[in-house]
């Protein structure tokens, strides 16, 4: 009998991913969604110089793990001198348990770090390519198995960034596109035949390995703009190859940027570097953004970004329905830098206290407000409850939320648990404020009010 609940209970599953593919997708991204909050970590060989080269600052921008092409810059490094890193890559205070301590301790769900970025070098043990952390450098420690082992201690999702379409160690892997990347003498771009060869023998390859061998939770891909190079054909291959392999395994809508379709092939979408939206949107998605301009470990970048207009960022993106993914960039050494780890316990703080109008919340449902931001969770068929995060402290002692036209049962500080007075005024409710803010960084409201009475 009971095999038999079973069958039918797996029948059924299968019959509503066949009949509501949506519906499926949703319960497979539930996680995601829930955790609105995660770390993102760029390590690798660029960690090393971290932006500057024989004492001279890179050139074109800030991202440090850019310096074999803007190192010396308009020129670049060549490839032996940059190459050569790998010899002095010994990151002895790297510590896994550390690294996914202070991430749980800023209130961040799932990890996703570089396992490969641009310039080839695998922080894995990878039998693709020797170009990697066990055999080509003096640390020969296995960063993404002992990162798999922190965070299943620490119940945190791990996930890897894996440069699919830039590959500057490879023969056949592109190159920084010539119209936006303005070098001397200009990349030489590869041909089609010579990318394909690329392709089937180190990308493909290389993603089966993180796959099979530490399973992670998503598979972040990176692509700017619309490269031709990456075709439907070589899209839908590697797509395939992670459902293959773990159909649970979240795709990012930056495995192809620009391509018209791209929302119908994925999981969830992927904004620009830094780039947050002003307006809802409905399938899950996130923005990965710094806390200064690097994402790489740059030494001479001082423009360290306000612990509260980080949490800004965060609460404004889940307000709309999507996720922040905060970059962490460690020093050569392994260490985090310390004005990172600052502002990760600062958020950590907040976050223990105001994570319940964060964690598994639900977008704005009323009118967009001039104070700040509002999160939302249902309670019950007809109450639903609004998170009204304050920005701005008003001068005259209230806060006006439109769009709520019948009065709520009750409006209270999340922190502090104490009652406010409210009233309706003119087709919105007005409240009564504290005299100052119970965290002037954002300080969180509780309005619990009949969903008839929203608009």
Not at 85 to 106: G, R, T, Y
Not at 238 to 255: E, H
Request: proline residues 6%.
């Amino acid at each position: 009998m009971r095999k038999t609940l079973i069958c039918l209970v797996l029948v059924l599953i299968a019959l509503t991913v066949l009949l509501d593919p949506a519906s499926a997708n949703q319960e497979k991204t539930r996680w995601f969604t829930d955790a609105r909050f995660g770390m993102f970590i760029h390590f690798g060989l660029y960690s090393i110089p971290g932006g500057v080269w024989e004492d001279e600052i890179m050139g074109r921008n800030m991202y440090a793990e850019w310096i074999q092409k803007q190192g010396n810059w308009p020129h670049g490094l060549t490839d032996k001198e940059y190459q050569s890193l790998a010899e002095q890559f010994n990151p002895v205070e790297f510590d896994a348990k550390e690294w996914v301590w202070e991430a749980k301790n800023a209130g961040m769900k799932y990890i996703v770090i570089t396992a490969k970025h641009h310039d080839g070098f695998a922080l894995w043990p990878s039998k693709v390519s020797s170009f990697n952390v066990m055999d080509a450098t003096p640390f020969k420690r296995d960063i993404l198995g002992e990162l798999a082992k922190a965070c299943d201690d620490y119940d945190i999702k791990l996930g890897f960034y894996y440069s699919h379409w830039q590959d500057w160690k490879h023969p056949g892997g592109a190159r920084p596109p010539v119209k936006e990347f303005h070098s001397v003498p200009p990349p030489k771009q590869v041909s089609d035949a010579e990318f394909e060869r690329y392709w089937q023998e180190k990308c493909l390859p290389q993603v089966k390995e993180l796959i099979q061998n530490y399973n992670p939770a998503i598979m972040w891909f990176d692509t700017w703009g619309k490269p031709d190079i990456i075709t439907d054909e070589r899209l839908n291959e590697l797509i395939d190859l992670v459902r293959s392999l773990d159909s649970d395994c979240l795709i990012n809508s930056r495995i192809l940027m620009k391509h018209p379709d791209i929302a119908n092939k994925v999981d969830f979408l992927s904004m620009g570097d830094n780039h947050f939206p002003k307006n809802t949107i409905s399938m899950p998605w996130e923005t990965s953004g710094t806390m200064n301009r690097s994402w790489g470990y740059h030494q001479w970048d001082y423009h360290w970004e306000a612990t509260g207009e980080l949490l800004k960022k965060l609460v404004g993106n889940v307000s709309r329905n999507g996720n922040f993914q905060l970059n962490i960039g460690p020093k050569g050494n392994g260490e985090f830098p310390l004005a990172s780890i600052r502002r990760l316990g600062e958020i950590g703080a907040w976050m223990a206290v105001n994570g319940e109008a964060i964690y598994a919340s639900l977008p704005n449902p009323i009118a967009t407000q001039d104070w700040g931001y509002i999160t939302s969770r249902p309670m019950n068929d007809h109450l639903i409850r609004l998170y009204l995060h304050i920005e701005k402290w008003p001068e005259n002692g209230e806060i006006r939320v439109n769009g709520v036209r019948l009065l709520p049962e009750q409006v209270f500080v999340l922190e502090s648990q104490q009652s406010l007075l409210f009233a309706p005024h003119h087709g919105s409710v007005t409240i009564t404020m504290p005299h100052i803010p119970v965290d002037p960084k954002l300080t969180v409201l509780v309005m619990d009010v009949d969903r008839q009475g929203i608009e």
